[in-house]
């Protein structure tokens, strides 16, 4: 009876510490397709923050010119890229602006043109 008792304490202490260990080693397993993802994302966000410091730095430096052509480019990704998707209010309100901008400002109407051809779409 004790050797019975013994292996049925011996075994659910056995799962215990086999599912905590279990249990530890799924949290902090990352599947490769999420660290691809987050790769992607923060390559993505680097480029912008890039883009953002060196525009900053042609404003500081008073080429407000360089600047804006700096900030054209994801301007004229979101205008290429969204302007023809279903168009909910808040895609209708930034085509309207991104519009409204290239009309008054050369920069931002040449790279939306310049980018149509890389996209190979056709410029609204």
Known sequence: MKILLASII???????????????????????????????I????????????????????????????????????YYLVYSDLDRNDRRRRMTAMIEQLARTNQIVAAQIAASSTNYGVKAH
Do not use: K
Not at 24 to 33: G, K, L, S, T
Not at 46 to 53: S, T
């Open 10 to 40: 011996a075994l659910f202490l056995g799962l215990g510490i086999g599912w905590s260990i279990g249990h530890r080693q799924a949290f902090y397993y990352v599947p490769e397709i999420a660290r691809e993802a987050v790769a992607g």
């Open 42 to 77: 923060e390559s993505s966000d680097g480029e912008e923050a890039a883009r953002a410091v060196r525009a900053i730095e042609a404003i500081d430096s008073g080429d407000t010119q360089r600047a804006v052509q700096l900030l054209s480019h994801p301007i004229a990704h």
